[in-house]
């Protein structure tokens, strides 16, 4: 046996135990008398204390020993004469009595402990070593306990876990495929799916009426901080039979233990989890994962000074974000602003309330007429900031969304970080017009099903509805302002279907060719069915108070899509090349 514990194991209780230990050299001091080493492995650190009594090996061998050499250590469990109570081990210390060498280290490009020195780049070369990080490793250690929960919690739920195709084909789902060459037939490719999503619905028309798995997903997106590129894991979840309150009623009696017993603030939602139409979301908070947390929204003020002689604020929508008891200077302010700017790309422009009741600040030159109607409609008090955003309705709404978020950052009464927020978004818009294309475009998810049903959409079509005004079954969860999941009722009529894709110039033989299986499965008889994918990666960040999505992901890539550890993406040889008849145009130097 290598061990008979673990370094995180002992206590008091095992004290005059011998005992053999096996890890990592955190550190070592060698105080010429006594040479004290922190052994490290996945379960904690233990302190081994080499004395002048020790034997002549174990004293010449751990004299020798540097950073992260991996040995192992034979001795007698005693008390600590001076106990640290910030360790889980630090009532005892081991006395050692051999000292063995099992492997010699290199010095690592970065410390190894609680704080690493190391920049993202060194720390994602190095993975292997960043993982042996306690703060590091504990988050991969919650990952697994998360995923186990929710396995056990689905299964409580009369889920079955059902593993569907990595090679499957392209299909339209908003996001770029990555696609595999297929070596057998030149010149055609499979796709790695972006989500298990009609599979899901083809495993309802088989009568598997609740399916789950914690599904892998690939989609050739940008990274940001809540979003990995390449591939993430979401809980993929589907119920045949279902509305979307029992979609709800699901997740909204699986998550919240979860959040409970692994989360790091000690307050989450009950259940039943607010709804929030879409258009309210927009109107009230300027962002369709709003985080509640914060107690300020976004205020409509188009008519009382639209027309006030401004010209940013012409023939446009201005909304407003008020907060008060701001103190802020005038040089945080403007870099708020700066900062809005940089998201949105649109400008925010201010004034305030001072100390005397007074406008000033800003464009206080404007808006002074309309102090009076400003302070009622606001309900102004001295010493209140009023941002203003203003464009198209949308932009209007998106950037006073941004404000809000970011004012929080410098006005911290106005939020409550130690607590998880959910929310439902619901009654999303079917269609939008693309930023692209500038023509009809879906909004969401093609396989939703329309409020209204078939009769809405063909009056859409005659001309009779505007079908920018066509809501779905489609729904977020949010959490702390961080879209969790997108679901649906989904469309399990045929005749729906290609209605629905009418109105964005696809006919009934595009639906055939592009969702063959999915369009004769459900010529089949497809029972009403819903579903919803919370993302796996997402959830284990916010509950482990991480910054980025990267903390929690065992082997990550970086901002750039690459593996810099394993040195992914690379070349090939030009055989393999030749077997998949692929020829590389432009190649990177």
């Known amino acids: 046996m290598y061990?008979?514990?673990?370094?995180?194991?002992?206590?008091?209780?095992?004290?005059?135990?011998?005992?053999?230990?096996?890890?990592?050299?955190?550190?070592?001091?060698?105080?010429?008398?006594?040479?004290?080493?922190?052994?490290?492995?996945?379960?904690?650190?233990?302190?081994?204390?080499?004395?002048?009594?020790?034997?002549?090996?174990?004293r010449e061998t751990a004299c020798r020993l540097g950073r992260e050499w991996v040995v192992?250590?034979?001795?007698?469990?005693?008390?600590?004469?001076?106990?640290?109570?910030?360790?889980?081990?630090?009532?005892?210390?081991?006395?050692?009595?051999?000292?063995?060498?099992?492997?010699?280290?290199?010095?690592?490009?970065?410390?190894?402990?609680?704080?690493?020195?190391?920049?993202?780049?060194?720390r994602m070369k190095y993975r292997y070593l960043d993982l042996r990080n306690p703060d590091v490793k504990k988050n991969i250690v919650m990952r697994c306990n998360v995923v186990t929960a929710l396995r056990q919690a689905m299964n409580e739920h009369g889920f079955l876990e059902i593993t569907t195709p990595i090679l499957t084909a392209s299909s339209p789902e908003g996001a770029r495929d990555y696609l595999v060459p297929a070596r057998k037939h030149p010149g055609m490719f499979y796709a790695l799916p972006q989500a298990p999503q009609q599979f899901k619905q083809l495993l309802m028309t088989s009568g598997f009426d609740r399916y789950f798995q914690i599904?892998?997903?690939?989609?050739?997106?940008?990274?940001?901080?809540?979003r990995s590129p390449g591939e993430f894991y979401q809980l993929d979840m589907e119920m045949a039979f279902a509305t979307q309150e029992d979609v709800f009623s699901v997740l909204e009696?699986?998550?919240?233990?979860?959040?409970?017993?692994?989360?790091?603030?000690?307050?989450?939602?009950?259940?039943?989890?607010?709804?929030?139409?879409?258009?309210?979301?927009?109107?009230?908070?300027?962002?369709?994962?709003?985080?509640?947390?914060?107690?300020?929204?976004?205020?409509?003020v188009t008519d009382l000074i639209g027309g006030c002689g401004f010209q940013p604020f012409e023939g446009n929508t201005v909304k407003a974000v008020v907060v008060s008891d701001m103190t802020a200077t005038r040089k945080q302010i403007d870099k708020l602003c700066a900062d809005v700017e940089v998201v949105t790309a649109n400008k925010v422009y201010w004034f305030k309330l001072d100390e005397k009741g007074e406008i000033a600040g800003g464009i206080a030159k404007f808006v002074k007429e309309q102090k009076d109607e400003l302070v009622e409609k606001l309900g102004l008090k001295p010493n209140t900031f009023v941002g203003l955003t203003c464009g198209k309705k949308l932009a209007a709404q998106k950037t006073a969304g941004v404000l809000r978020r970011l004012v929080a950052?410098?006005?911290p009464a106005h939020i409550d970080r130690e607590k998880y927020e959910f929310c439902w978004i619901v009654d999303f818009p079917m269609y939008e017009i693309g930023e692209e294309s500038?023509?009809?475009?879906?909004?969401?998810?093609?396989?939703?099903?329309?409020?209204?049903?078939?009769?809405?959409?063909?009056?859409?079509a005659a001309g009779e509805v505007d079908p920018l005004t066509i809501t779905a079954y489609q729904y977020d969860l949010v959490c702390n302002g961080v879209e969790l999941s997108s679901g649906a009722v989904r469309n399990h009529d045929p005749e729906i279907m290609i209605e629905a894709f009418k109105l964005v110039r696809l006919g009934e033989e595009d639906v055939k060719a592009k969702f063959p299986a999915m369009y004769n499965a459900f010529c089949y008889g497809a029972p009403p069915h819903a579903g919803i994918a919370p993302g796996v990666d997402r959830m284990v960040m916010l509950l482990a108070g991480a910054e980025t999505i990267r903390e929690v992901i065992p082997f990550p890539m970086n901002k750039n899509a690459q593996d810099v550890m394993m040195g992914a993406p690379g070349k090939v040889d030009q055989k393999q090349l030749d077997e998949l008849h692929i020829a590389c145009t432009k190649v990177e130097e």
């Not at 599904?215 to 809540?226: H, K, L, M, V």
């Open 253 to 300: 009696d699986v998550l919240p233990p979860i959040f409970a017993k692994y989360g790091t603030y000690n307050t989450a939602s009950s259940a039943p989890f607010k709804r929030i139409a879409y258009n309210d979301a927009m109107e009230r908070y300027g962002s369709d994962k709003p985080d509640l947390r914060i107690d300020l929204e976004v205020q409509d």
């Open 409 to 411: 950052d410098l006005c």
């Open 215 to 226: 599904a892998p997903c690939f989609r050739d997106e940008d990274a940001r901080g809540d």
């Open 72 to 122: 192992q250590v034979t001795g007698k469990v005693v008390e600590r004469s001076s106990k640290n109570p910030k360790m889980a081990t630090g009532d005892i210390e081991v006395a050692a009595e051999k000292v063995v060498v099992l492997h010699e280290a290199e010095v690592p490009p970065f410390t190894i402990e609680e704080t690493s020195d190391g920049g993202d780049d060194l």
């Open 3 to 58: 061990r008979t514990h673990t370094c995180g194991c002992l206590r008091a209780d095992d004290v005059n135990r011998t005992v053999t230990l096996a890890g990592w050299v955190q550190k070592v001091r060698n105080l010429g008398a006594m040479t004290f080493i922190d052994l490290r492995d996945r379960y904690g650190i233990t302190q081994i204390v080499v004395e002048e009594h020790s034997p002549a090996e174990a």
């Open 438 to 460: 500038g023509e009809l475009e879906f909004c969401h998810n093609p396989f939703s099903m329309p409020n209204g049903g078939l009769e809405i959409l063909q009056k859409a």
